[in-house]
């Protein structure tokens, strides 16, 4: 049963003609998606914008094999076509959804239940952002992890969209959570190399917090290694590579804050010792 979708089954969506900045996103038309089995066509009344889509954009993320190209991995709007066996929900539906991809769009498709209800008293413009939230912080924390009533969460990045929701989640619970943060103004304290010679010469700076690339990890820096090299470079007699920091310090130990793309082995959180480039 299908509700309000066009007699030409055509519909307008935002497409990556290349990767890019912001220009590269251009309006298409595109054939309305069709439920298979335990899926459900949603008429989109607002899309979330998230992390992988600016690196979808960029060319540094690529949806899953079956997903749709388009960027948009949470909407909210309303059921407007089921495909078989779906139960759970009817034409007209208001719902929010966690989607693999295909939100930029007039119509998206998902499983049937990587949808939920909108909450009462909430509009679609705000419900849109729930999904990936949501369904993150439940599946990771309370499905894998069994958070429980009166147990001590630690909450890393506190103030992000996923630290905030796992917060308010932990309290529904009744778990009380600690959290920590980056600073806000992403800067941080540095020593750097003001000019060839002694000790004196390592100078206190504030420089912006590194972005993690394709396969790298940020860590939170608790305790740096000593090495000849990094008194060598002080004394001017040692350069860096050429695409590492200037700063120096070849080791360090300390806490994952930050992915890239690619990285499967940690965790936010995760207690690492690491070789650096500098």
């Not at 050429?242 to 936010?268: F, H, K, N």
Request: overall charge negative; aromatic content about 4%.
């Amino acid at each position: 049963m299908a509700l309000n979708i066009p007699e030409s089954h055509l519909m307008r969506a935002i497409e990556i003609r290349e990767p890019g900045e912001p220009e590269v996103l251009v309006p298409v038309t595109k054939p309305v998606p069709v439920p298979g089995h335990g899926q459900i066509v949603i008429r989109v009344a607002y899309a979330g914008v998230n992390r992988p889509d600016a690196l979808q954009r960029a060319g540094a993320y690529a949806p899953p094999a079956n997903a749709s190209p388009l960027p948009g991995l949470e909407a909210s709007g309303t059921v407007v076509e089921m495909g078989p066996g779906v139960t759970r929900w009817s034409p007209g539906d208001k719902v929010c959804a966690l989607l693999p991809g295909g939100g930029y769009a007039e119509y998206a498709l998902c499983h049937a239940d990587h949808a939920l209800p909108v909450p009462e008293g909430m509009g679609m413009a705000e419900a849109a952002c729930l999904p990936e939230t949501c369904f993150t912080v439940w599946s990771n924390v309370v499905m894998r992890g069994g958070l429980q009533a009166g147990e001590r969460f630690l909450v890393h990045g506190g103030s992000s969209g996923i630290g905030t929701t796992a917060i308010q989640i932990a309290r529904a619970i009744g778990a009380r959570a600690v959290t920590s943060d980056m600073v806000m103004s992403h800067t941080m304290l540095a020593m750097e190399i003001s000019t060839p010679g002694g000790p004196q010469v390592l100078q206190p700076v504030t420089l912006p917090v590194p972005v993690p690339g394709h396969g790298q990890i940020i860590i939170r820096v608790a305790y740096a290694g000593v090495n000849r090299p990094d008194a060598l470079q002080r004394a001017g007699a040692y350069a860096p590579p050429a695409s590492a920091s200037p700063l120096p310090g070849l080791e360090a130990s300390g806490t994952v804050v930050d992915m890239g793309p690619g990285v499967a082995r940690w965790q936010i959180g995760d207690k690492v010792c690491a070789l650096l480039p500098g």
